[in-house]
């Protein structure tokens, strides 16, 4: 009997130790899907919130607030009222922050501070597009210096070179160019299911806007 | 075995059974107001959840037992609750207390106008200063429209709330600026002498401004650059009146941008007829450089250097009898060098040190005189600081102004004349937040000029309540010094300080894209100079019997969003004031100020031709000037000043954009004075001459080109 209880307690003690990292690794399989397929600004304040405690759990790995900060940015930009979408961004910052501080030299990090200059240019253009403009730009070129290979890239360039080319009344084929380049590089499976694999359904949608 | 069996089961049973616990309740703010999106978790697991549109929470956990809850929510102190899953999940209300944040703490904002990205509660952009209809891109005219300013367009400069032009002093990045204006002749007014499109912020002070400052009886203008620039370009400018052109260089750690302009209104006035009689059109030759290096982490170093050349020639009627033409010429030199280091040591302390060097000479050819003045200055000045706690923060700071004036003519016995003196200046001033919701900012400024030799004490203390989380209340009371100008110590060295003691109040909301302003003020003035004479001729007798008051109120009103893609501003300044100065024989309403003042801006973003228009009209009512053919002192009045500019800015390519404006589109003839002759003619009347605009409209054509490797940027900003 005594062999019995210690094999079980020995059992449960695996299980333990085990189910943080299972239960790390399911926590956020489960918000990477919510967040990717909800449009819903208060689920997605509940995502982040989510995101948030996963952080506080694994405080040395920059996916939780990467993530945190990207579903953010989704919720500002699914927000409906234009005035709250500023206030949005501004608390996808501080997460964005701490994934900086965890990850300076990882590409898809200097792509969401991209993605996050982008649009906050998007909430202000007139006083803006001078200095976050640029700095977005800036930010994508390091980005595909680190992987040429990562699809968000070039949804992100094609982004600006679409908002850029409607504002102008220019033809949108270099802009169409980057998104159908993206979507190519959308099939090659990532290295690990946690990993950044959003946008593809984006990239499909601007390409119907294209001819 | 089969027991063992049973046992496992039955464990897994219950394990799965074991009913979730739930911890209900609402998150709200000290006010018992419900906060959405807050994050409420037990501490040390994944198990939370969010509070919804009321504050509202529930939250199902596995977990029984002693457990912490936690609460956080942006804005707001973290707060933990110490909870017993089983026996009191239900039912909580949890209050939490609104983090201390600087950021987010009241500003004081009394007496000052900021344009800045960064700031808050800046009540302008950088953008709006370039924008504005009638100011041709010149900051002072642009800052023109704002409350608390005269329009005295005779100058171009700032008038500011009952003071005289030389009560405002200018500052970049800290160090001074001492002569921010070209220099004319005619009574044409000038313009700055800085491209607006080298700021990222401004601050304009219109009284009780900060400790930091000092020699201006007025107002600051303090004008900061920007850091860095993102990356490489050439600038072009094609414009009616020349052209410029510009290079920035941006490296890892150093960037340097060299710009060179040239401006010749020669060709412009053989179109458009002036009311100047010019001999030689005013042709300007300038170049200036920035550079900039990282030298440390967090420090960086600023070099700013520019130079200027300006000839203009025109013929005016003579002083004494206003029925001479003379030939009058004014060449001049001017050369500006800003040097500031500003860097982070630890955590708590900041340190800038800077030196800026002025060089000015004009040489004046009037008829048979010749008349140079030449001017220098250098400035150093070193600040700290310090970061007393989370809720203080301190700054003290020591500079030296050693200023040497020359004044040189061809006339017997008054050959040549130098002037030294050197300023030495100290501050020390505190802003202790006492809550998020009140600012108390004391300061003390000392000024010591070895030329009079004498010390001054100038106290000063604001403060700032947000009365709601979108208004506040401030308050200001100072006193300020400052030193006779070169022009009249030139004939005694020996005068005192003219002061004046400010008092105002200030109440603002900003709500939705909207602003509204209104301040009340009381400034008085004491020992300001008096003399016997002409103000350009020899003075004598002078001596510090002067003084004065202006009372007034201002009122801003700027709104964003009523109107789709307009901007409008409203401006509405009531003075009044007297003072008895320079050779006034009693105490009397100054010719610079007017009683009423108003300026409406209106700016409008057209989408479909990507258009950007604007319009400004201006009004003044009359001024006063001295009519020596009448009794009274000062009693002649002119017409009201009203003015209708309009500008339009086409945004052609990302890189390209064509700007035209027209000031004073309807022509009216604004009389900003009269010019009266110093003698007599033979009927026993002085004649006069109208003071007037130099020309009736300005008319401005320009094409804007930006070459990068971004093609998106452009000059949007300069313009």
Not at chain 1, 133 to 138: L, M, W
Not at chain 2, 598 to 616: C, D, N, P, W
Request: charged share 20%; hydrophobic share 35%; glycine share 6%.
């Amino acid at each position: 009997m005594k062999k019995i209880i210690t094999t079980l307690l020995l059992a449960l003690t695996i299980t333990v130790t085990f189910a943080n990292d299972e239960a790390y690794r399911n926590a956020m399989k489960e918000n990477i899907k919510a967040m990717e397929s909800s449009q819903n600004p208060e689920e997605l304040q509940a995502i982040a919130n989510t995101f948030e405690r996963i952080a506080k759990m694994a405080p040395s790995e920059w996916l939780p607030v990467y993530y945190a900060s990207l579903t953010y940015i989704r919720m500002g930009i699914f927000e409906k009222q234009n005035k709250k979408k500023d206030a949005i961004f501004d608390k996808a910052k501080p997460f964005l922050d701490q994934a900086i501080d965890l990850a300076p030299t990882e590409g898809e990090v200097i792509l969401l501070e991209g993605y996050w200059h982008m649009m906050k240019l998007t909430a202000d253009p007139v006083n803006r597009s001078q200095t976050f403009g640029p700095r977005a730009d800036e930010l994508f070129n390091q980005a595909q210096a680190k992987n040429s290979e990562n699809p968000r890239v070039y949804l992100m360039k094609g982004h600006m070179e679409f908002g850029t080319a409607q504002f102008f009344g220019n033809s949108t084929e270099n802009a169409c160019a980057l998104f159908r380049k993206s979507l190519s590089l959308y099939d090659k499976a990532p290295s690990d299911e946690l990993a950044p694999s959003w946008g593809k359904g984006e990239t499909e949608y601007m390409i119907t806007n294209c001819k | 075995m089969r027991t063992t069996l049973l046992l496992l089961t039955l464990t897994l049973q219950l394990t799965a059974s074991f009913a979730q616990e739930i911890v209900k309740g609402k998150i709200t703010d000290q006010r018992g107001q419900g906060l959405p999106g807050a994050n409420i978790y037990i501490k040390h697991t994944f198990d939370g959840a969010s509070s919804d549109k009321e504050g509202n929470f529930l939250l199902k956990t596995k977990r029984t037992g002693n457990d912490t809850l936690v609460v956080s929510f942006l804005g707001y102190e973290n707060s933990e609750h110490p909870i017993h899953l089983r026996y009191n999940g239900e039912g909580l209300t949890i209050r939490l207390k609104e983090a201390f944040n600087k950021l987010e703490a009241v500003t004081i904002s009394v007496g000052a106008f900021e344009a800045s990205d960064e700031k808050k509660y800046a009540a302008l952009k950088p953008l709006d200063i370039v924008t504005t209809a009638g100011a041709t891109a010149d900051i002072s005219a642009a800052l023109n429209t704002l409350p608390g300013t005269q329009k005295v367009g005779e100058t171009g400069r700032l008038f500011v709330r009952g003071g005289d032009g030389s009560e405002t002093r200018t500052f970049i990045d800290g160090l001074w600026v001492q002569n921010p204006y070209y220099s004319t002749l005619g009574n044409t007014a000038s313009r700055g002498r800085f491209s607006p499109f080298l700021f990222k912020g401004t601050t304009f002070s219109t009284g009780g401004y900060s400790a930091e400052y000092s020699q201006a009886l007025s107002s600051t203008l303090s004008l900061n650059t920007i850091d860095f620039p993102t990356h490489n370009k050439t600038d072009l400018g094609l414009m009616t009146v020349g052209a410029s052109a510009a290079q920035t260089l941006v490296g890892k750690k150093q960037s340097i941008t060299t710009d060179l302009g040239y401006w010749n209104l020669a060709p412009y006035f053989a179109i458009v007829k002036q009311n100047r009689d010019f001999d030689k059109a005013p042709e300007v030759f300038q170049g200036s450089a920035v550079y900039r290096n990282k030298i440390t982490e967090r420090g960086l170093l600023k070099v700013y250097g520019s130079y200027s050349r300006s000839i203009v020639g025109i013929h005016q009627l003579d002083d004494v009898s206003l029925s001479r033409e003379v030939p009058t010429q004014l060449d001049n030199s001017f050369g500006y060098l800003n040097a500031s280091y500003k860097d982070f040591i630890g955590s708590r302390w900041v340190v800038t040190t800077g030196v800026a060097y002025n060089y000015t000479k004009d040489d004046y050819k009037i008829d048979q005189l010749n008349f140079q003045k030449k001017e220098q200055a250098i400035h150093l000045k070193n600040t700290w600081k310090y970061d007393l706690s989370e809720r203080a923060d301190l700054r003290v700071g020591a500079e030296s102004f050693f200023t040497k004036t020359t004044f040189t003519t061809n006339i017997e016995n008054f050959r040549r004349q130098q002037l030294n003196d050197e300023l030495t200046g100290a501050f020390v001033e505190s802003d202790i937040y006492l809550t998020n919701n009140l600012t108390l900012r004391p300061g003390l400024r000392f000024d010591y000029s070895t030329l009079i030799a004498e010390p001054t004490f100038n106290p000063r203390i604001s403060t700032a309540y947000k009365t709601s989380s979108y208004s506040q209340v401030s308050f200001a009371y100072g006193q300020f010094a400052q030193l006779p100008s070169s022009d009249l110590m030139r004939y005694d060295s020996k005068l005192k300080y003219e002061k004046a003691d400010h008092y105002i109040l200030s109440y603002q909301v900003m709500k939705n894209d909207r602003t509204l302003r209104g301040e009340l003020y009381h400034k008085k003035y004491n020992n300001l100079t008096t003399y016997s004479g002409q103000p350009n001729g020899p003075l004598s007798s002078l001596a510090n019997k002067g003084n004065g008051y202006a009372n007034g109120f201002d009122l801003f009103w700027r709104d964003k969003k009523t109107f789709k893609n307009i901007d409008y501003w409203i401006s509405y300044s009531y003075l009044d004031t007297r003072r008895l100065y320079q050779n006034f024989p009693k105490e009397a309403i100054p010719t610079f100020a007017s009683t009423h003042n108003l300026s409406i801006v209106y700016k409008h973003f057209i989408s479909e031709i990507r258009t950007q228009l604007g319009a400004t009209v201006s009004y003044g009512s009359p001024r006063r000037f001295n009519n020596p053919n009448q009794e009274e002192f000062n009693e002649g009045k002119t017409p009201a000043y009203k003015d209708l500019s309009v500008n339009a800015a086409y945004l052609y390519k990302e890189n390209i954009i064509f700007f035209a404006s027209v000031t004073n589109v309807l022509g009216t003839n604004n009389i900003f004075g009269y010019r009266y002759a110093l003698a007599a003619d033979e009927e026993g009347q002085f004649r006069r001459e109208a003071i007037n605009q130099g020309a009736p409209r300005f008319f401005f054509v320009g094409l804007f080109i930006t070459l990068s490797q971004d093609k998106k940027e452009n000059q949007l900003d300069t313009l």
